[in-house]
Each structure stands twice: as C-alpha cells, then as structure tokens.
C-alpha cells in the first residue's frame, strides 16, 4: 500500500515570507495529524483531524499557523509570517482512527529552514 | 511538555552486542510505543505494548513494561549496522490518539 506522502521535502524561506506544506495520507485512514520536529527532539503533535474537523490543536500556534483538511483526505499546512523558531521537521501521518489503540503511519516530512 | 524521556540520550555499540533503552513516563497511559527514525526510512513505528502487558516480543526486539515504575525498556538483540537510528517512545494522551514523544536515544551500531 502506498505511503504518507509529503511534499515539498526541503524547502528555505526567509523570515516573515510564508510557507505552505501538503500531505496525502494513507487512502481509508480518517485520522491526519501534523507534528513539528525540532532538531535533536521528538515530534510534537500541532494539530489532529478526524475526517474534516479538528480534534486536538492546542499546541499550533494560531497567530501564524493554519491547516485544513478538506474533504477529509488531502492537508495542507501553512506558516505566515515564519519564524526563525520555526525552522524544524514537519511530519505528517495518518492512522485508521483516532483511539490510541491504533498506529500511526507517518511520510517522510518536509525539512523547512528559515533564515 | 514531554510525556517520555528516554535514557540514555545517546548510544554507540559494535555489531552483534544488544542494546537497551530505557523510556519514563509521567501519567498513566493505556499503552506505549516504540518508533524508530533514520535518514532512510523516516519515522517508523516498531511496537505497541498495552497497559495490562508486562513483556512484548517482536523479531529482535524485546519490550518490556512496568507501569508501577511508569517505565519501559526497549532491548535490540545481536544488533546490526542498519538498527542505526533514534528512538523514540511515545504514550496516547487524552481521548484520541495524540502521541506524546519523548526526546528520544541515538543509537550508533559499529561494523
């Protein structure tokens, strides 16, 4: 079965320029989530979907960031303005459903650098 | 916050020697995982061990947890070059399936 697809892989922004991220996740997986992997931590979850609506997004920062789901498969992922701080790993994944019971599949994330 | 930390931070072993991680967690959970992440293949998860399960087996990898401890070790056997990666535990927190992860062990397995 194919995979979590991400795109772009890399991508090098200027401070206060915005930047927009995509994800298709696992065809018949209803659960999408965004983390943002800063270098030499873990992921940190920024915002899970459940079909179209948002269930968790209490650590996105809304000032800056948004994502959308629209109908209920492909995401997109957007900072505006960015941040230096920003610069990190975002990975997108997706998982059958949303109880804890079930494993997440993530892509290969896209590696932003703000300079 | 981080619900995890894994000790030690960092690893280095020579091929066919076992490796072993240790992960502590904070609050109750219902179960933890086990991903691993390299240049190659990204984030990938390698094992779910429930709340009420004491040991799991999977392959070359031996789970082990203690929720009275709130710990978990991940035990590599005869390890090899490719397990080079960071691992990551990780517990669901709240309702849904929101991973929390923990800051992760780097292992570096020498030919």
């Known amino acids: 079965e194919a995979g979590v697809a991400q795109s772009p892989r890399y991508k090098i922004i200027e401070k206060r320029q915005s930047v927009a991220f995509w994800c298709n996740p696992i065809?018949?997986?209803?659960?999408l989530y965004w983390y943002q992997q800063i270098l030499g931590q873990g992921p940190k979850l920024l915002i899970q979907f459940q079909n179209n609506g948002v269930v968790d997004d209490s650590q996105l920062p809304k000032d800056r960031f948004s994502a959308e789901r629209l109908k209920g498969v492909d995401s997109t992922l957007k900072i505006q303005p960015a941040k230096l701080e920003d610069s990190a790993v975002y990975l997108c994944?997706?998982?059958?459903?949303?109880?804890?019971?079930?494993?997440?599949?993530f892509g290969p994330g896209t590696r932003l650098t703000v300079t | 916050s981080q619900q995890g930390e894994e000790d030690p931070q960092a690893l280095s072993i020579q091929e066919g020697e076992n490796a072993t991680m240790n992960c502590s967690y904070k609050?109750?959970?219902?179960?933890l995982q086990w991903y691993r992440q390299n240049s190659g293949r990204g984030l990938v998860h390698l094992i779910l061990i429930r709340s009420n399960e004491r040991e799991k087996h999977s392959g070359r990898l031996r789970v082990t947890l203690d929720t009275s401890k709130k710990s978990s070790s991940l035990l590599i056997t005869a390890s090899r070059a490719a397990d080079t990666a960071s691992y990551f535990c990780a517990s669901p927190s709240g309702g849904y399936n929101k991973l929390i992860f923990g800051a992760g062990t780097r292992l570096a397995v020498h030919p």
């Open positions: 065809s018949g997986h209803a659960t």
């Open positions: 994944a997706s998982s059958f459903g949303g109880v804890p019971s079930y494993e997440q599949y």
């Open positions: 609050t109750s959970i219902n179960n």
